[in-house]
Every structure is written in structure tokens, then in C-alpha cells.
């Protein structure tokens, strides 16, 4: 076929053009072998803008964030996504966007990007299981998507879905969690500044194992509020039910938010541990609210964080 269609038009085709330059010349020349070398790629390409968001964090490095991973749908060591997430096929992508919006539809992944500025936010991670990291993120705000789909009044909660395919995702033959993964965040959470989508990391296009091509982050909250590789955004009037939280209510809340004071029912959550920072590396206190409760503390007033946790 001679022409192309708009149908034809893949995300990548419509990402900044120099980003997919830069990364073909990269992968194509000698620097298909400093990828994954100490610090990170040789050329920055997705050229996000660079903000004030955690500049004083130092990061781990680009190794350490894509082999050290927590990615289900590829196996539950922390080997698996960097080993079998290659296997998801990421282009192309569509999110459908539905519920209590004006504007539901099927959006293709180049709509989505053509209209946003890409950022750099560099932010804490911590999980659950208490290893932490410090990830330099590109994406730009969810509440900028939100806005473009006009969020109903009666909307409370949004709803998140990850992909779920059998053929390409060799961790969902077993019955770990109810799949697809899920997740949710109260509208107030989902609209703050802090949330993003995030599409790369180290100004590089996203790993599949960091969950390519978009993912939630959320960094006040334990590092599985964070959904990867998302395909559906729902608006809901009523507290979605998320995949930890069916899997054991008990050990994960729908909150989830980053609280030394309040213990997992199986290990303490007073102390923290850093990715790479060896193998005596010491522990950390753990801050309430992974360190950004002068942004967010106030979406919490009056709550009991002890018994919503
Ligand atoms: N779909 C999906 N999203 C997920 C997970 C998962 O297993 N499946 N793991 C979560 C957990 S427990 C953590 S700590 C973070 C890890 O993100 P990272 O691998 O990019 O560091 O992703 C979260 N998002
Ligand atoms: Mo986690």
C-alpha cells in the first residue's frame, strides 16, 4: 500500500520524531551496547522537560530500575519482567476510557500523547515488601488526561485495569492474584499534581517490565497502587475493588499510603531498604507518606489511617 492511512499510524510514528531517531541510531549503532550500561542509556531521547520534581534525589541507576522488578503478569520473581515482559507487544496501545465521563471512547495511545508535554519527575518508590528506590520518571500528570475526557460530578473514584494476555504473558497462567490486575484511587487522589502517567524513565521510552507503554505512579502510596502497562480508566461513583485488596484485605488497603505506624500483619513497616545500596546496606526510617505528606497530607484530614490503611 502506497498511502498511509491515519488508522496506519502506530504511537511511535507520532511520538516527537527525534525521540525515535535518537533511539533507532542508538540501537542501531554501537550504543545498542551501553544500554543497560551503568548509568542509563548514552543519549537521552524522549526530551522531557526537566522540573524541580525531586531534583535533589539521587537516582538509582538504569540497571538496577529494570531488573529489579515487581511485574506479576511475568512471574513473581524479581527477575521475571526484565526476563519475559520483552514478550508484550506495546505498539499499538489503546486505553478505554469509560464510566462517568463525557467523552468515553477507545483512545489510541498517539492521541493520548499528542496532546500532553512529557516531564521529568523524579520520585520516590517504595513497596510494600519494604525495598525502595529512587526512579527519574518521564509523564505528565493524570488529571491532565481527566480533564480532556470531562470527569462527571458523580464521579468519586477512578478505576484502573492492566492488559491481560494469556499469550504474552506467561505469569497470568498461574492464579497469583485475580487477574486482570486492578487498581483505584479516590478522584482527589487521581487528580493530584504528584499522580502521573508515566511513558519513560530515564528520558528513555518506558521498559516493558516498568510496565511499557504507560503506567500510573503514585508516589506517596506503596509501590502496587502504581499499575503498569494500563488499558482501561474507569470513572465510578463507588470504591472499585483492587487486586491486593481482594487478594487479603487485612495486609493491603485500598489507601495504601506509605505509614511507618501502621505494620504490615506480617513484618514492620518502621524501616526501609534501598535498591543497591549492597547487600549490608543499611535500613532507613520510613517516611509517612514516602516523604511527600507536605503535598498530600491534607487529602487526608480526619481520616483514621490505622483503619483506613
Ligand atoms: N500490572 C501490574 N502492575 C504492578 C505490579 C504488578 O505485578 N502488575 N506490581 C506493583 C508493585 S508491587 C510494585 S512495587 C511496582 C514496581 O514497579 P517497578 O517494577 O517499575 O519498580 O509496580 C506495581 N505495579
Ligand atoms: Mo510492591
Known amino acids: 500500500m502506497a498511502g498511509r492511512y491515519k488508522s496506519d499510524l502506530n504511537w511511535s510514528d507520532v511520538t516527537p520524531k527525534d525521540v525515535w531517531l535518537n533511539r533507532r541510531k542508538l540501537m542501531a549503532g554501537a550504543g545498542a551496547v551501553a544500554l543497560g550500561s551503568i548509568a542509563g542509556p548514552a543519549a537521552a531521547s524522549l526530551n522531557a522537560r526537566k522540573t524541580a520534581y525531586g531534583e535533589a534525589l539521587e537516582p538509582n541507576t538504569w540497571d538496577e530500575i529494570t531488573s529489579y522488578n515487581n511485574f506479576y503478569e511475568f512471574g513473581t520473581d524479581k ?7 520483552g514478550e508484550l507487544t506495546t505498539d499499538p496501545w489503546t486505553i478505554e476510557i469509560g464510566g462517568l465521563v463525557d467523552r468515553p471512547g477507545s483512545y489510541g495511545l498517539e492521541d493520548i500523547l499528542k496532546d500532553v508535554t512529557l516531564e ?12 525502595a528506590m529512587v526512579v527519574p520518571w518521564v509523564g505528565f500528570e493524570l488529571a ?18 492492566t492488559a491481560l494476555r494469556p499469550e504474552e504473558m506467561r505469569g497470568v497462567r498461574f492464579p ?25 524513565l530515564y528520558d528513555e521510552p518506558m521498559p516493558n517490565q516498568n510496565g511499557a507503554p504507560i503506567r500510573v505512579v503514585v508516589p506517596w502510596k506503596y509501590g502496587y497502587k502504581s499499575i503498569k502497562s494500563i488499558v482501561k480508566i474507569t470513572l465510578v461513583e463507588e470504591q472499585p475493588p483492587t487486586a491486593w485488596n481482594e487478594y487479603s484485605a487485612h495486609e493491603y488497603g485500598f489507601y495504601s499510603n506509605v505509614n511507618p505506624e501502621r505494620d504490615h500483619p506480617r513484618w514492620s513497616q518502621k524501616y526501609e531498604r ?18 511527600y505528606g507536605e503535598e498530600v497530607a491534607h487529602l487526608y484530614a480526619g481520616m483514621d489511617l490505622i483503619v483506613n490503611h
Open 79 to 85: 527477575g521475571d519482567p526484565a526476563r519475559y515482559a
Open 120 to 131: 521529568e519527575r523524579i520520585y520516590r518508590l517504595r513497596c510494600v515488601e519494604r525495598w
Open 144 to 161: 491532565d488526561l481527566l480533564d480532556r475526557v470531562g470527569v462527571q460530578p458523580s464521579a468519586k473514584y477512578v478505576a484502573f485495569e
Open 176 to 200: 497469583v492474584i485475580e487477574w486482570p490486575y486492578k487498581e483505584g484511587l479516590r478522584l482527589d487522589e487521581a487528580m493530584h499534581p504528584l499522580t502521573i502517567l508515566a511513558t519513560g
Open 274 to 291: 534501598r535498591v543497591g545500596g549492597g547487600l549490608f546496606a543499611r535500613q532507613t526510617p520510613t517516611a509517612k507518606f514516602n516523604g
